[in-house]
């Protein structure tokens, strides 16, 4: 039973199998979120699905790439290429270094067959044409042994296109190195996002992240200290076309590296597409956005916040989401909720909406509450989302009291002498993706081992070739050959009449006779012309 399970799990169909079904597998890494890249995400859908949510959960549909079932797969394929190529390799390395087959009884029973009759008069004999024969196939790259050259009827056997089955093996080996590169990554690599605001900085230490997700066997030793700051960040937005008038164009962020503590800093450009490679991990740029300046003094008019606050985009105009959480406040802890909007816009009804990704008009429409925000008890809440359910209302667009409307400059003063709050200044921010994957240069060299395999696979054509030579009663030299394709090959005609060519050059065929039409096939007689 081990055995014939062994056997299955080796075979080609299983391997083929298995691969369609890790194709199959990673699909659902596409349709829902995965928590190693977006915890938060994953979060919110748990929240909006609290039917489906916990067993999409405990099927592992969250993590897919770390699943049971997703290794499973994974190792299985890996266990049944291993034993698919080593033994085909074995025996491709046997077939290479042995002589080609033996030359048929009857070659025009096979698909490509041609024959030449010679004059009596012709210095060319039956050994000295098998040699010639040899001679011009192993010019065209076939791997020659001539045979009987002693004896009435001598022969070449001829064989090439190893390279065929050498690129199907190199294929089947790079797709092992992919895995091993890919686990290699996913053991030893990490993967962290960053929003840096402008002016701010970022040392490469765990406590740096906003968010860190660990191989399997990471360490923290791992991490090189870097550092990275973000002088300023560009937009070019699109002022020239009416059908794309304000979309972005470009984004170029001016960053200052060290490579480590106390290193000389360096100048550098990061661009989306254009990743900057530092401390042995690639840093993405993948978001960007405004950071409004805001300072809120408590009741007791000291300050309790002060600083950029990251505004998220919701649409093109970046009208942005905005929550900002003051436990420092005193006699009341405070929280904003609101939208920024880097141009606003009012319409008649008073409601206002972004016209504009630049920042022309920005202003602040914030809601103000106060109470306790929960901070004070160790359980992690999430920087974008303030629940508001245990709260008191301070301001509200929808209430009498009205909502909080901030331009670059002014100052709001909160009911119940419970303090202000400015809008000082703008800047921008960007959303760095960090990774580092030890297995990525693998990945990439066994990727294109495996592309040039395949290619060699797919075009190259193993082919045999034998070439027979004998002597006619009536003293003309009769030779005949035939080619041989392992599989399909459709260029094998092309080849049977190249090697005509080829021959009745050499031996001034244009004066030779044509064979006879007879099908018995044999050297010692009339053979049939080319099939």
């Known amino acids: 039973m081990l055995r014939w399970a062994w056997t299955q799990l080796t075979s080609m169909r299983t391997a083929l199998f298995l691969l369609l079904l890790l194709a199959v597998a990673a699909v659902p890494g596409s349709l829902f979120p995965q928590r190693p890249a977006n915890p938060a995400v994953v979060t919110q859908y748990l929240k909006d699905n609290p ?12 993590d897919v790439y770390s699943s049971v079932w997703f290794s499973a797969i994974y190792l299985l394929l890996f266990i049944s290429l291993i034993g698919c190529v ?24 096979l698909p490509e067959y041609g024959a030449l009759a010679l004059a009596a008069d012709s210095p060319v004999t039956a050994s000295s044409a098998v040699e010639d024969a040899a001679r011009l196939l192993k010019r065209r790259g076939y791997r020659v042994q001539v045979r009987g050259a002693d004896t009435a009827l001598p022969s070449v056997g001829a064989e090439r296109g190893f390279l065929k089955e050498t690129g199907n093996l190199i294929f089947h080996i790079s797709l092992i190195g992919v895995l091993v590169s890919v686990a290699v990554g996913g053991l030893f690599g990490y993967r962290g996002q960053k929003i840096i605001v402008e002016g701010d900085s970022f040392v490469n230490t765990l406590v740096g992240y906003d968010n860190f997700s660990p191989g399997t066997n990471f360490s923290e030793n791992q991490l090189e200290p870097f550092s990275l ?13 009416k059908t794309h008038y304000g979309q972005p164009l470009d984004f170029t962020a001016g960053m200052t590296t060290r490579d480590a503590a106390g290193a000389e800093p360096k100048q550098q450009t990061l661009k989306v597409n ?10 993405y740029l993948v978001g960007n956005g405004y950071a409004p300046v805001v300072t809120v003094r408590d009741g007791d008019g000291n300050i309790a916040h002060q600083g950029p606050v990251v ?16 436990p420092d406040a005193r006699p009341e802890q405070l929280g904003f909720v609101g939208l920024f909007l880097p141009t606003a816009l009012e319409n008649e009804q008073g409601v206002a909406f972004g016209s504009d990704p630049d920042p022309f008009n920005p202003r602040l429409y914030l809601n103000s509450y106060a109470g306790d925000l929960g901070l004070d008890e160790g359980e992690p809440k999430n920087v974008y989302v303030l629940d508001t359910a245990g709260l008191r209302v301070l301001n509200d667009r929808t209430q009498e009291s009205g909502g909080i409307v901030l331009g670059p400059g002014e100052t709001f003063t909160l009911p119940d002498g ?8 703008l800047k921008r921010y960007v959303a760095l993706d960090i990774t580092a994957d030890p297995g990525e240069t693998g990945a ?14 797919l075009f190259v054509g193993r082919r045999r070739v034998w070439v027979r030579a004998g002597t006619h009663p009536d003293g003309r030299t009769m030779v005949e050959w035939a080619l041989l394709a392992r599989g399909e090959d459709h260029r094998l005609a092309a080849e049977a009449a190249a090697l005509r060519k080829l021959l009745e050059k050499e031996w001034l065929a244009g004066s030779a006779r044509p064979a006879d039409n007879g099908k018995n096939g044999g050297a010692g007689s009339a053979g049939a012309t080319n099939s």
């Open 311 to 326: 505004a998220v985009p919701t649409d093109g105009a970046y009208t942005s989401t905005l929550v900002l959480k003051v």
């Open 274 to 283: 254009e990743p900057l490679s530092i401390g042995g991990a690639n840093v």
């Open 444 to 457: 990439l060299v066994f990727s294109s081992l495996a592309l040039a395999g395949l290619c060699a696979s």
């Open 86 to 109: 080593l033994p085909r390799a074995g025996h491709h390395w046997k077939a290479m270094r042995s002589q080609p087959p033996r030359t048929p009884r009857r070659l025009s029973r």
């Open 229 to 241: 700051q973000l002088d300023k960040f560009e937009v070019v937005f699109d002022r020239e076309s």
């Open 418 to 425: 419970l303090g202000t709050i400015s809008f000082d200044g």
């Open 51 to 62: 039917d489906t949510g916990p067993w999409l959960d405990k099927l592992q549909l969250f």
